[in-house]
T-cell receptor, first 113, second 113 residues
Framework: DGGITQSPKYLFRKEGQNVTLSCEQN?????MYWYRQDPGQGLRLIYY???????QKGDIAEGYSVSREKKESFPLTVTSAQKNPTAFYLC????????????FGQGTRLTVV | SQKIEQNSEALNIQEGKTATLTCNYT??????LQWYRQDPGRGPVFLLL?????KEKRKERLKVTFDTTLKQSLFHITASQPADSATYLC????????????FGTGTQLKVEL
């Protein structure tokens, strides 16, 4: 079954702790993305990667870090430097060409208390 | 930076009518424009893609228009059904922006019986 998987679906953390969100795809896609969505708002790009071992900052990268050591995996770490980390996080992948669609995971809802 | 605007107010229409959603952008011209559907608590799902040199694209009950002079895309759902109720997001890939996919804020559509 091909697709993109995010885990866990719900995540709770204490303030000041780093937390890593998982994103795995078996679609053989080159490009992967991380977005953040706040209630009633659209998606804001955190980081994206067009190829293994390379990634670029999106519009709101501060307080986040990523790695792309394998084509299938693009984990996102929410660090303690992120001022307002509670949000819905979405991972996506695409073939990597400009004219192709993105496939999204089911999202991870992170709550920091 | 690019700015993508969608009507933030929810759109309520009666079943059977045509729903029309608007996506406006500023600054740079996009190479491609995409529309996605998002249900509550889920990741967006791709619907349609239109290129900068295309005026109109259709898929079943869906129609997208793209006016690069007005910097606007319209998304139409004909013969709307309650099952069409969701949030609809437009997303743009801008020329010179690599494969970075930038989303609008989304418009919530509610189709009533």
């Amino acid at each position: 079954d091909g697709g993109i998987t995010q885990s866990p679906k719900y995540l709770f953390r204490k303030e000041g702790q780093n937390v890593t969100l998982s994103c795995e795809q078996n679609l053989n896609h080159d490009a992967m993305y991380w977005y953040r969505q706040d209630p009633g708002q659209g998606l804001r790009l955190i980081y994206y990667s067009q190829i293994v071992n390379d990634f670029q900052k999106g519009d709101i990268a501060e307080g986040y870090s990523v790695s792309r050591e394998k084509k299938e995996s693009f984990p996102l770490t929410v660090t303690s430097a992120q001022k307002n980390p509670t949000a819905f996080y979405l991972c996506a992948s695409s073939i990597g060409q400009m004219n192709t669609e993105a496939f999204f995971g089911q999202g991870t809802r992170l709550t920091v208390v | 930076s690019q700015k993508i605007e969608q009507n933030s107010e929810a759109l309520n229409i009666q079943e059977g009518k045509t729903a029309t959603l608007t996506c406006n952008y500023t600054n740079y011209s996009p190479a491609y424009l995409q529309w996605y559907r998002q249900d509550p608590g889920r990741g967006p799902v791709f619907l349609l893609l239109i290129r900068e040199n295309e005026k109109e694209k259709r898929k079943e009950r869906l129609k997208v228009t793209f006016d690069t002079t007005l910097k606007q895309s319209l998304f139409h759902i004909t013969a709307s059904q309650p099952a069409d109720s969701a949030t609809y997001l437009c997303a743009l890939v801008f020329t010179g922006g690599g494969n970075k996919l930038t989303f609008g804020t989304g418009t919530q559509l509610k189709v009533e019986l």
